[in-house]
């Protein structure tokens, strides 16, 4: 039995490679393990589609997954916040808080997102929090599907063009501070996250972070890390393999 947690895959109607290549992801695990997406399972989600390629191919996977005794579950990221318990559900996904813990012989493992620990980004911190106000959440729903569809390309295409001038990752990537803040709330010496699309592994940066496994995000090559009795493997590999 082992853990697998991956991040960023972005599916969506365009990424058929990327869509075959979860499917096989999951197909290639085994009865008792645990997959974790930790966020950015979809490009972009606001509500559930059946005619969409990509929810299709999750649903696929989720039914695999089940019928395998593989587990597959869902940390919400910045792209896929309006996923919640009863879209996570009907998708077949098991939906896991901001902040999930693995206790392990080698330490406690805290898995997240990883968008919280960007906290010198103030603009996109503040988006956030209204964005998960139940109540706008509720409202934005109660839109028809078309009209979610044509905000949320609106709000991607923004959110594209301002990628492209985020360089400084004073600004806009993880902070130390944040990342020994949330360390320490969970009683954990070891992080695993995604979200900046930097595929690293950093050693002892401070007295509370023994490691940090950055995922990097999915496109000609794919990652995760494996958790298993031997401690932490973060694992980067051709997606062509998958596709084979």
Known sequence: MAYYITADLHLSAATANLNRAFLAFIKSKQAGDKVIVAGDLFDFFVGIDKADPAQQTVRAAANWAQAHGVELAFIQGNRDFLLRRHEASALGLH??????????????VLIMHGDLLCSNDVNYQRFRRRCHLRCNQSLFMLLPLSLRRKIGAKIRGHSQQANGTRGDERI?????????????????NHLVHGHIHHYAHFSNE???????????????????????????????????????
Not at 95 to 108: E, K, Q, R, S, T
Not at 219 to 234: C, E, P, Q, R
Request: net charge neutral; proline share 6%; glycine share 8%.
């Open 206 to 244: 401070s007295a509370q972070a023994h490691s940090r496994l950055s995922l990097g995000c999915w496109g000609t090559h794919y990652s995760f890390v494996k958790l298993d009795a031997t401690g932490l493997h973060l694992v980067q590999a051709p997606l062509s393999s998958l596709l084979t």
């Open 172 to 188: 806009y990537g993880p902070v130390l501070r944040t990342i020994d803040e949330v360390l320490t709330r969970h009683h954990c």
């Open 95 to 108: 939906l896991l808080p901001d902040f999930y813990v693995i206790a392990g012989p080698f330490g406690n």
